[in-house]
């Protein structure tokens, strides 16, 4: 007791989440985290909602942080009037239940959409176990954003001691920002690089256990190859080593067959791109390629992959007298290498096609084998890059099907952008369908009703496809294929949300090949059809395009 018999008073205690967390910071976290829980493209499994949904939350932290900074920034103050208790209890409250709510939601449209797709459902813990991760993964990224505070605040307070705060603020935004642009392009890049390319070259020179090196000189790696087996890579060893045996094309259309020719140069092949086109050229002469029907220049994705669907079904279609040619250019899987290895697969899908053009011009006009080009994703952008426009493509080539094209395709981004007034971006029409047609299944192949004229260039995609639409705009502009009539796949609910979507779209990306056929980024079923409507070959009817299609497969 004090002499005026008043007992002192006790010192009010913070919560510890008040003095470590801002009340802005925290309330736009959870906006951006609740966000990252609507209708997407894809169905996606706890881990990748979770991160989506952790990262989106620690950027809508970011932002609130900022927001706040800025205007105590701009009014010269040092600190700002602290957040009442109860509006933090009112904001924990309202967290809870929107999470709640969130999951309830984020649980509707997954069901949805999985039935839409055909895809598996999810157990039932997947939608908490989402939602719980989601938090951990906002917590440790705030944190480590957090961590950087510290470090500028302890900046700006030496500096302060030489120059005015608004300076020293300025400084160590400055200083700052250039280490961590340094350290992001220098060291972790390097390091990193260095770690994926050691990884994915390792798994490179494995070998597939179902494929043997060939014992006949129409497959690259065989008897007189000029590319060794082992030089080959392992997509490229399961490329030359797969497809349908002479056996099973003759049974197939009822004739005797050909043995298919199927030429590849790897990575370690050759040195250089130009060099390894030129041997692929070389080695597709050598095994008679040349005086085949028909030669189709395959562009691989980053670790050398070519869907199988695309090169078997040309096969069929010609009773084996056929000769597919491609090459190795990375050792990185497509998404990686679109990001690092991007102008690799340019130069890579120019040279291949430019060597094995060379080699049938020079012969006589009457002994030239029909030429067509093919690819997948990241192969559809280098097999597109030969040529600058479609009316190029058309001239040099007698057919082309790409299938899933990247956003950044050069030739199919002009003509979608230059599309018929009225037809959708996701599925376009050009030109009322002359040379071109974008189809998602086998009716539209007749889409519209006007004159196809040959050469005929096919683009297989869907609205789903996360590759397909991925864009750096979708952080602040809303795209076409959203804000018009939407395709069969993607649902009605599914808004554009400004840098949500972008990462929405960005995890959509990973589990893109996760879906049934039909959706995402999975063609086999329009192949066949598609193949068909581009080279009609003799002879060939709508009943052996219905038996074709069961027998096949995207990858051996």
Same mark, same amino acid.
């Given at each position: 007791?004090?002499?005026?018999?008043?007992?002192?008073?006790?010192?009010?205690?913070?919560?510890?989440?008040?003095?470590?967390?801002?009340?802005?910071?925290?309330?736009?976290?959870?906006?951006?985290?609740?966000?990252?829980?609507?209708?997407?493209?894809?169905?996606?499994?706890?881990?990748?909602?979770?991160?989506?949904?952790?990262?989106?939350?620690?950027?809508?932290?970011?932002?609130?942080? /900022?927001?706040?900074?800025?205007?105590?920034?701009?009014?010269?103050?040092?600190?700002?009037?602290?957040?009442?208790?109860?509006?933090?209890?009112?904001?924990?409250?309202?967290?809870?239940?929107?999470?709640?709510?969130?999951?309830?939601?984020?649980?509707?449209?997954?069901?949805?959409?999985?039935?839409?797709?055909?895809?598996?459902?999810?157990?039932?813990?997947?939608?908490?176990?989402?939602?719980?991760?989601?938090?951990?993964?906002?917590?440790?990224?705030?944190?480590?954003? *957090?961590?950087?505070?510290?470090?500028? *605040?302890?900046?700006?307070?030496?500096?302060?001691?030489?120059?005015?705060?608004?300076?020293?603020?300025?400084?160590?935004? +400055?200083?700052?920002?250039?280490?961590?642009?340094?350290?992001?392009? !220098?060291?972790?890049?390097?390091?990193?690089?260095?770690?994926?390319?050691?990884?994915?070259?390792?798994?490179?020179?494995?070998?597939?256990?179902?494929?043997?090196?060939?014992?006949?000189?129409?497959?690259? !790696?065989?008897?007189?190859?000029?590319?060794?087996?082992?030089?080959?890579?392992?997509?490229?060893?399961?490329?030359?080593?797969?497809?349908? @045996?002479?056996?099973?094309?003759?049974?197939?259309?009822?004739?005797?067959?050909?043995?298919?020719?199927?030429?590849?140069?790897?990575?370690?092949?050759?040195?250089?791109?130009?060099?390894?086109?030129?041997?692929?050229?070389?080695?597709?002469?050598?095994?008679?390629?040349?005086?085949?029907?028909?030669?189709?220049?395959?562009?691989? @994705?980053?670790?050398?992959?070519?869907?199988?669907?695309?090169?078997?079904?040309?096969?069929?279609?010609?009773? !084996?007298?056929?000769?597919?040619?491609?090459?190795?250019?990375?050792?990185?899987?497509?998404?990686?290498?679109?990001?690092?290895?991007?102008?690799?697969?340019?130069?890579?899908?120019?040279?291949?096609?430019?060597?094995?053009?060379? /080699?049938?011009?020079?012969?006589?006009?009457?002994?030239?084998?029909?030429?067509?080009?093919?690819?997948?994703?990241?192969?559809?952008?280098?097999?597109?890059?030969?040529?600058?426009?479609?009316?190029?493509?058309?001239?040099?080539?007698?057919?082309?099907?790409?299938?899933?094209?990247?956003?950044?395709?050069?030739?199919?981004?002009?003509?979608?952008?230059?599309?018929?007034?009225?037809?959708?971006?996701?599925?376009?029409?050009?030109?009322?369908?002359?040379?071109?047609?974008?189809?998602?299944?086998?009716?539209?192949?007749?889409?519209?009703?006007?004159?196809?004229?040959?050469?005929?260039?096919?683009?297989?995609?869907?609205?789903?496809?996360?590759?397909?639409?991925?864009?750096?705009?979708?952080?602040?502009?809303?795209?076409?294929?959203?804000?018009?009539?939407?395709?069969?796949?993607?649902?009605?609910?599914?808004?554009?949300?400004?840098? +949500?979507?972008?990462?929405?779209?960005?995890?959509?990306?990973?589990?893109?090949?996760?879906?049934?056929?039909?959706?995402?980024?999975?063609?086999?079923?329009?192949?066949?059809?598609?193949?068909?409507?581009?080279?009609?070959?003799?002879?060939?009817?709508?009943?052996?395009?219905?038996?074709?299609?069961?027998?096949?497969?995207?990858?051996?």
């Amino acid at each position: 007791m004090t002499d005026t018999g008043v007992a002192a008073a006790a010192p009010t205690r913070t919560a510890w989440w008040v003095r470590r967390y801002t009340f802005t910071g925290t309330a736009f976290g959870l906006v951006f985290l609740w966000l990252s829980m609507t209708p997407s493209l894809l169905p996606r499994g706890p881990l990748f909602q979770g991160l989506i949904s952790g990262t989106a939350g620690a950027i809508g932290y970011g932002i609130g942080v /900022l927001a706040v900074w800025l205007v105590r920034y701009v009014r010269s103050a040092d600190e700002d009037p602290p957040v009442p208790r109860r509006a933090w209890t009112a904001l924990v409250v309202i967290g809870v239940i929107g999470q709640i709510a969130m999951i309830v939601w984020f649980h509707a449209w997954q069901v949805q959409l999985r039935n839409l797709m055909g895809a598996a459902a999810l157990p039932f813990w997947a939608y908490p176990l989402a939602a719980l991760l989601s938090i951990i993964v906002w917590f440790v990224l705030v944190e480590a954003g *957090r961590a950087i505070g510290a470090l500028a *605040r302890l900046l700006i307070g030496k500096l302060n001691h030489f120059v005015p705060r608004r300076i020293s603020t300025a400084i160590t935004v +400055v200083v700052l920002a250039v280490l961590g642009i340094a350290l992001i392009n !220098g060291v972790a890049v390097r390091v990193a690089m260095d770690t994926i390319n050691s990884s994915f070259a390792a798994i490179n020179d494995e070998d597939h256990p179902d494929f043997a090196a060939p014992e006949n000189k129409f497959r690259s !790696g065989g008897p007189e190859s000029l590319a060794g087996w082992e030089t080959l890579g392992r997509q490229g060893r399961i490329f030359v080593a797969a497809g349908p @045996t002479v056996e099973e094309l003759t049974a197939f259309n009822g004739k005797p067959a050909t043995e298919p020719i199927r030429a590849y140069a790897g990575k370690y092949s050759a040195a250089g791109i130009q060099a390894t086109a030129e041997l692929a050229a070389r080695e597709l002469a050598r095994a008679g390629g040349l005086d085949r029907q028909l030669v189709a220049v395959a562009t691989t @994705t980053g670790t050398g992959w070519i869907n199988m669907a695309q090169a078997d079904a040309l096969e069929y279609l010609y009773n !084996g007298d056929t000769a597919i040619v491609s090459m190795q250019y990375s050792f990185l899987p497509s998404a990686l290498s679109f990001l690092v290895d991007q102008e690799n697969a340019r130069q890579a899908g120019q040279a291949l096609f430019e060597a094995v053009d060379a /080699l049938i011009q020079a012969r006589p006009e009457s002994k030239r084998p029909k030429l067509v080009v093919f690819g997948e994703s990241l192969g559809s952008f280098g097999g597109e890059a030969a040529f600058l426009a479609l009316s190029n493509l058309v001239a040099r080539t007698d057919g082309a099907l790409f299938t899933g094209p990247t956003f950044n395709n050069t030739v199919w981004n002009n003509i979608t952008r230059n599309r018929d007034a009225g037809s959708p971006e996701w599925l376009p029409i050009y030109r009322d369908g002359a040379h071109v047609r974008f189809v998602d299944n086998a009716a539209a192949l007749d889409r519209p009703d006007e004159p196809w004229s040959k050469p005929r260039v096919v683009y297989l995609q869907y609205a789903s496809d996360p590759i397909t639409w991925f864009s750096p705009d979708l952080l602040f502009s809303e795209p076409d294929w959203l804000r018009e009539p939407r395709g069969p796949d993607v649902l009605p609910s599914t808004r554009w949300i400004p840098v +949500v979507t972008f990462l929405q779209v960005s995890a959509d990306m990973a589990v893109s090949t996760d879906v049934p056929d039909g959706h995402g980024h999975v063609f086999i079923g329009a192949v066949a059809d598609a193949w068909v409507a581009i080279l009609s070959p003799p002879g060939w009817t709508p009943e052996k395009t219905a038996k074709l299609r069961p027998l096949l497969r995207a990858a051996a």
